[in-house]
C-alpha cells in the first residue's frame, strides 16, 4: 500500500450502546478491500478501534486487523478523527 491511500472510503453506522460501543465502521482499502464491522468504544472518555471478531465455541477469534503497527495506527487514527469530526457536526 502507498502512503497516501491506505484507506479510501469510511462509513459509520451509529450504535450508543450502554457497554460503550459508539459505532460500527466499514472501510475500504486503496479501492480494492472491503473491511466492515469495525467497532468504536468509548472508554474513560477515549476512542479506541475494534476490529471484528467471530464467536466460536465459548470464545472468540479476530477475523481482521492490520498486522504492521504504523498501518494499524493509520487506520486506527484516521477512523477516530473522521468519528469525532462527524460527532461535532452533529452537535452543531
Given at each position: 500500500m502507498n502512503s497516501k491511500g491506505?484507506?479510501?472510503g469510511v462509513k459509520f453506522i451509529p450504535v450508543n450502546d450502554d457497554r460503550g460501543l459508539r459505532?460500527?465502521?466499514d472501510i475500504v482499502l486503496d479501492g480494492y478491500l472491503s473491511i466492515k464491522?469495525?467497532?468504536?468504544?468509548?472508554y474513560d472518555g477515549k476512542y479506541k478501534v475494534t476490529y471484528p471478531t467471530k464467536r466460536?465455541?465459548?470464545g472468540h477469534f479476530t477475523v481482521v486487523m492490520p498486522l504492521d503497527v504504523r498501518i494499524r495506527e493509520r487506520i486506527n487514527g484516521l477512523i477516530i478523527r473522521k468519528y469525532k469530526r462527524l460527532i461535532n457536526k452533529e452537535e452543531e
Open positions: 491506505i484507506v479510501t459505532a460500527k465502521v464491522g469495525i467497532g468504536i468504544v468509548e466460536a465455541g465459548e
